[in-house]
């Protein structure tokens, strides 16, 4: 599976942006899908997750209320709606699919993540 992410963009404080993350040469069914960004100078730091039947979603503290996660099995893509965005959500965004099946509990931890998008960049200014 190969994944596509598209929608960065450049945007002032407390504009809003939608990232997409495409699936192609597979499918992402039976997976957590989420999103990481890093910001220059950073470690690459877990964003949000949901999973496989889109019933549950995880976000870090940082995008809680700000952001939201969505997936389409039948379409394979995971979206990411982010709102309020401030200067310190500048980063490069990564789509991310687990490496475990059906995994019971949501892993923040980047190495848990096997296959991954080329990354989409999102710029705030303030």
């Known amino acids: 599976v190969q994944l596509q992410a598209s929608g960065g963009g450049a945007v002032q404080a407390g504009g809003s942006l939608r990232l997409s993350c495409a699936a192609s040469g597979g499918t992402f069914r039976g997976y957590v899908l989420a999103w990481f960004r890093q910001a220059p100078g950073k470690e690459r730091e877990f964003v949000a997750a949901?999973?496989?039947?889109?019933?549950?979603?995880y976000y870090s503290n940082s995008v809680k209320g700000r952001f939201t996660i969505s997936r389409d099995n039948a379409e394979n893509t995971v979206s990411l709606q982010m709102n309020s965005l401030k200067p310190d959500d500048t980063a490069v965004y990564y789509c991310?699919?687990?490496?475990?099946?059906?995994?019971?509990?949501?892993?923040?931890?980047?190495?848990?993540?096997?296959?991954w998008g080329q990354g989409t960049q999102v710029t705030v200014s303030s």
């Open positions: 991310a699919t687990d490496s475990r099946a059906y995994r019971p509990i949501f892993t923040t931890y980047r190495d848990d993540y096997n296959t």
């Open positions: 949901i999973n496989w039947s889109a019933v549950s979603t």
